[in-house]
């Protein structure tokens, strides 16, 4: 697995956001070549010879499209993780962002996997982002909203894999894989602030 596919389902969101053609800012200079930046909040600057035409630099920008949006997407990762603990009124926002949104995702990825949880629960816990009891009930902590889609459905799978695999062994991992190939990647977008 290269580099470029770990994000793929956060950088197709930008894409499809249109997130990632914006340029905020074009620096025109005596410089030869064509230069991208994605700034720590998080917007494109590109630099550019002072002759070079807009058409020019919108394909170079066109053609930097995945680029940016990894990038985009980690300056957004780094700026969640400067928040501060969360209020009381941001715990109800995720909660009900995780009411409306969860169970969706645990019968798309339940069907194909055809498992079926007994119940789901959603808490505030902030050590943990799930966990499959004994009975097959899933619990999900609200701030897995706080990470990106392609994160929110490892957390989702890992816990219906439970549903059959009750610990991490090599079987778990294999059933995980089956449905998310590159789980590994997806880990890696799991930030809890
Ligand atoms: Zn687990």
Redesign the pocket.
């Given at each position: 697995m290269n580099i470029d596919s770990i994000q793929d389902g956060v950088v197709l969101d930008h894409i499809k956001a249109g997130k990632s053609m914006k340029i905020d800012e074009i620096i025109r200079s005596r410089r030869r070549s064509l230069a991208l930046e994605v700034t720590r909040d998080g917007r494109v600057v590109v630099r550019a010879p002072l002759h070079l035409s807009r058409a020019r630099i919108d394909a170079f920008v066109e053609r930097q499209q995945h680029w940016i949006a990894v990038h985009l997407e980690q300056q957004r990762r780094r700026a969640a993780l400067a928040l501060p603990a969360p209020t009381a009124d941001d715990i109800a926002v995720l909660k009900a962002r995780a009411r409306d949104e969860l169970p969706a995702k645990v019968d798309y990825y339940g069907k194909r996997m055809g498992l079926t949880p007994t119940g789901i629960k959603i808490t505030s816990a902030r050590t943990r982002y799930?966990?499959?009891s004994a009975k097959n009930a899933l619990c999900f902590s609200c701030f897995v909203m706080d990470c990106p889609d392609a994160a929110i459905d490892l957390v989702v799978v890992?816990?219906l894999?439970?549903i059959r695999e009750k610990n991490?062994g090599p079987k778990?991992y294999a059933l995980l894989g089956s449905v998310l190939p590159d789980y590994k990647e997806r880990k890696k977008l799991l930030i809890m602030r």
């Amino acid at each position: 697995m290269n580099i470029d596919s770990i994000q793929d389902g956060v950088v197709l969101d930008h894409i499809k956001a249109g997130k990632s053609m914006k340029i905020d800012e074009i620096i025109r200079s005596r410089r030869r070549s064509l230069a991208l930046e994605v700034t720590r909040d998080g917007r494109v600057v590109v630099r550019a010879p002072l002759h070079l035409s807009r058409a020019r630099i919108d394909a170079f920008v066109e053609r930097q499209q995945h680029w940016i949006a990894v990038h985009l997407e980690q300056q957004r990762r780094r700026a969640a993780l400067a928040l501060p603990a969360p209020t009381a009124d941001d715990i109800a926002v995720l909660k009900a962002r995780a009411r409306d949104e969860l169970p969706a995702k645990v019968d798309y990825y339940g069907k194909r996997m055809g498992l079926t949880p007994t119940g789901i629960k959603i808490t505030s816990a902030r050590t943990r982002y799930g966990s499959c009891s004994a009975k097959n009930a899933l619990c999900f902590s609200c701030f897995v909203m706080d990470c990106p889609d392609a994160a929110i459905d490892l957390v989702v799978v890992h816990e219906l894999a439970h549903i059959r695999e009750k610990n991490h062994g090599p079987k778990f991992y294999a059933l995980l894989g089956s449905v998310l190939p590159d789980y590994k990647e997806r880990k890696k977008l799991l930030i809890m602030r």
